[in-house]
């Protein structure tokens, strides 16, 4: 065997086991029977999903979410990282409310996320919504202040609060508050 390549393969699953571990009882039976439900407030398109009740997110099921969470702008459809999905069931349970997140901001194409900085709406550069690894969300029947308490607990990623525009943002990258 290559030293090199078996190098790589131990680097490339020990970040992949990494990211598993970030949710708190991600993959795990400790979930609720709930499912994963989003409402797409620009769209008005819902969706309630079994994610959060199987082991593992089907592919099916996947790309139905990706749909909901597309541009909203261009229209544009890109995979949404499951661990981004299994948070939103974490966080879900954290804070103890069944329903539907209200999704301000899902997938953004890059072209949507120029469009937005150049409009000086405060967007990252290099924003983790152009990979499909953070989304902007709040929960009704949740007090935001307590969702985003919940979000920074869970130390699985960034996490921004944005109380005048009623929401919270939560992504998959390197774990930052704002």
Known sequence: MNRHYSRRNFVRNMIGLGSLSCVPGAWSSTLKDNGLSLLNLHTGESLKTGIGRDVKPH????????????DHRSGDI???????LMLLVELQNQVGVTGSFHVISGYRSPASNNKLRAAGRGVATRSLHMQGKAIDVRLPGCDLKNLHGAARALKCGGVGYYRKSNFIHVDTGRVRYW
Do not use: G, Y
């Open 59 to 70: 592919s099916q099921e996947l790309h139905a979410v990706d749909r909901v969470l597309r």
């Open 78 to 84: 890109h995979p949404i990282d499951p661990d981004l």
